[in-house]
């Protein structure tokens, strides 16, 4: 059976089609390129779908273009959870899913228009931090700060590396932290920053994709 699972984040898709465990195609665009990438879809050819959105505002227009897909939606699954699946963002849990389906611990860490730590302590899903990213925090804070100056580059500069650094440092303090309090060896970086996180653990840039297919998997079932 071939299965479809859709990525949509802040600023673009991300797709994949399944073939069996095996991803076969993986494909991305901007939203401008939305309609022209759903065609591919349909080209493509899949039995089921399942579209893991954090756009809510754009979930209407999602379920148009990818009409076999359903909405990931966190609250209607049956999971152990000591996080509320109410407010619990579908990315996080789609990334978290194969270690809360095996009764694994990982820490998750997911980046996107914000950075969130996400721990699984023997397959329960604990949640985390949310951290905002630095390239959004640096645009609101000169906004805010700065918008009647022209400031020099050197300074603009500074600024970028002064947020990127408490960022940073946060999100090690809080790794820090789990580790204290969980002890849990296994930690995955994904997403949209991984490289520039520099924080530790393995980069898997597809695990919102692999675990939607895994919670597609378990529905189908």
Not at 79 to 89: I, T
Not at 169 to 176: H, N, Q, S, T
Not at 197 to 211: A, E, H, N, S
Request: with cysteine.
């Amino acid at each position: 059976m071939k299965l479809l699972v859709v990525d949509a984040g802040n600023h673009s898709l991300k797709v994949a089609l399944f073939s069996g465990r095996r991803m076969v195609v993986r494909s991305r665009a901007s939203y401008s390129m939305a309609e022209r990438l759903s065609e591919h879809v349909r080209r493509w050819g899949y039995e089921k779908g399942l579209i893991v959105s954090t756009v809510y505002e754009l979930n209407g227009y999602l379920k148009v273009l990818f009409p076999r897909a359903s909405l990931l939606v966190p609250r209607e699954l049956d999971l152990p959870s000591a996080y509320s699946l109410r407010s619990l963002g579908p990315d996080r849990l789609a990334a978290s899913y194969p270690f809360i389906r095996r009764g694994e611990s990982a820490v998750v860490v997911v980046c996107g228009s914000a950075i969130t730590l996400n721990v699984v302590y023997r397959g329960i899903f604990y949640g985390g931090p949310i951290f905002p990213s630095p390239a959004r925090l640096s645009s609101v804070y000169r906004s805010f700060s700065f918008s009647s100056l022209d400031l020099h580059r050197d300074s603009v500069k500074a600024v970028e590396d002064g947020i990127k650094m408490s960022v940073v440092g946060g999100i090690r303090e809080a790794l820090r932290w789990i580790d204290r309090e969980f002890s849990i060896e296994k930690k995955y970086i994904t997403g949209r920053c991984p490289f520039a996180l520099r924080v530790g653990g393995k980069v898997v840039p597809d695990l919102v994709l692999i675990g939607g297919r895994w919670i597609l998997e378990d529905a189908l079932l």
